[in-house]
């Protein structure tokens, strides 16, 4: 052990070069269990050097999504969402604050109380799910220009690796709507216990800026799948992307108040939603000191469940057998890859 150490402490010692590759090799982790040397295509460098790109794309989703409406924020406040590359604005995105919470969990909690979703067969729920990823790929080229546009990442990331992963999450979650069961277990006597899963509610979901659509596949799939309605609040550095894929949901059938989306900052927007009595659960990604926040509102407010993701250092474990160039280099990918 005391060499592996040593060879990994030399490794890192000198600068280390990554060699290009194909972007969609960067998802071989999602069908097998090891990376290719090399696969790992993306980079700071990268980001540096690419030429800025005019994205074939409108920007015509500004407003707060809510009860299937695109709507103005209650104080009619906007916000500046810039190219990050350039520092050019974009767009000037609806600003929502707490009443804007609030007249989207109200829509989300009458969705979910009264309308058809959560009452929908799971095949129906998968089948527009399904629609829905068919759509995003449709539409996959101007996706991937207003995530690189609003984010600044290299186009070649969001376009052949984000998108295609984007449609494979909701494809696998589609899949998980009809098989999410119960159990009967044998109990004493001529009885059986039956254990049921059931939505929870209304789910407040908070998202980052550094993968806006990944991180909207894995906090709106699951929920949808099982039945809840939602209210996202977007990062207000990103908030774009979110916006337009919510549009297409409602093309592939999703009923209004489902899925609602309210853009802005979360001192205001964002400790609301997660103060909020009729949330049922958030879920939260981003840094340790706000996900310390998130809890404590939450805990405050009506006790509600809290998933947090909040921020890694990409621990590796060296055995004495591995390969340790191969382990020195995956964790310099997995440590700066998103760097900005």
């Not at 494809?171 to 049921?196: N, R």
């Amino acid at each position: 052990m005391a060499a592996a150490a040593r060879r990994i402490s030399s490794l890192l010692s000198r600068p280390l070069s990554l060699p290009p590759a194909s972007a969609s090799s960067l998802l071989s982790l999602g069908r097998n269990s090891s990376l290719e040397r090399g696969s790992h295509g993306f980079s700071t460098a990268a980001a540096a050097t690419e030429e800025p790109i005019t994205p074939p794309v409108q920007i015509n989703y500004t407003k707060l999504l809510i009860n299937g409406q695109f709507v103005n924020s209650a104080s009619g406040k906007t916000f500046p969402t810039f190219d990050p590359r350039t520092g050019d604005v974009i767009a000037h995105v609806a600003e929502g604050d707490a009443e804007d919470i609030n007249r989207a969990v109200s829509a989300a909690r009458k969705a979910f109380d009264e309308g058809p979703w959560p009452r929908m067969s799971a095949y129906e729920r998968s089948r527009i799910l399904l629609r829905f990823a068919d759509l995003v790929e449709k539409h996959s080229d101007e996706l991937a220009a207003l995530e690189t546009w609003d984010n600044g990442k290299p186009y070649e990331q969001a376009a052949k690796a984000e998108l295609p992963l984007f449609v494979r999450l909701f494809h696998y979650y589609a899949g998980w709507a009809d098989k999410i069961h119960g159990l009967t277990v044998p109990a004493d006597g001529p009885y059986h216990v039956q254990t049921l899963h059931e939505p929870i509610g209304v789910a407040g979901q908070i998202i980052p800026w550094n993968f806006p659509l990944i991180m909207f596949a894995w906090k709106v799939g699951p929920a949808l799948a099982c039945g809840n309605t939602i209210v996202l609040k977007t990062a207000e550095q990103t908030p774009l992307t979110a916006l337009y894929v919510a549009k297409l949901f409602h093309e592939a059938g999703l009923p209004p108040g489902v899925l609602n989306i309210v853009s802005g900052f979360g001192p205001t927007a964002g400790a609301a939603l997660a103060s909020h009595m009729d949330v049922d659960k958030i879920a939260f990604t981003g840094s340790t000191e706000t996900g310390q926040i998130v809890l404590e509102l939450a805990a405050k407010s009506n006790l509600k469940p809290v998933t947090l993701e909040l921020g890694g250092k990409s621990p590796f474990i060296v055995c004495e057998d591995a390969d340790v160039d191969k382990a020195v280099e995956l964790a310099h990918f997995a440590l700066f890859f998103n760097q900005v």
